[in-house]
């Protein structure tokens, strides 16, 4: 079964020529996916998800931070344009945990 969260964060670039953006999760959201994905995780702690900001949806990793202590949500050029989605933006966001076997 697949479990949903709902949150708002703010849009922001990382810095660097790569330009990518990311959400980063609530602690306490981050918390209970942390919990509930402990049995498939992938490579480096991601967690498969889907996605849905500003009208679009996609499928997605999140990462782990160690430097927030959450996870790290890509949010790539075609949503955020799409979506009309700049750094410094507060997103409201679902995100739903693809449970694996």
Do not use: N
Not at 31 to 46: C, L, M, N, V
Not at 58 to 87: C, E, M, N
């Amino acid at each position: 079964m697949a479990t949903s969260y709902s949150f708002r964060a703010e849009l922001w670039l990382y810095p660097g020529e790569a330009g990518w953006h990311f959400l980063t999760l609530p602690v306490g959201v981050a918390d209970d996916i942390r919990e509930e994905s402990a049995a498939f995780r992938k490579g480096f702690g991601s967690v498969k998800v889907t996605a849905q900001a500003g009208g679009q949806s996609w499928q997605t990793s999140i990462f782990p931070d160690a430097q927030s202590g959450s996870y790290l949500l890509p949010v790539k050029k075609s949503v955020r344009d799409a979506a009309h989605l700049v750094a410094g933006d507060e997103v409201e966001v679902r995100l739903t945990v693809q449970a694996e076997p």
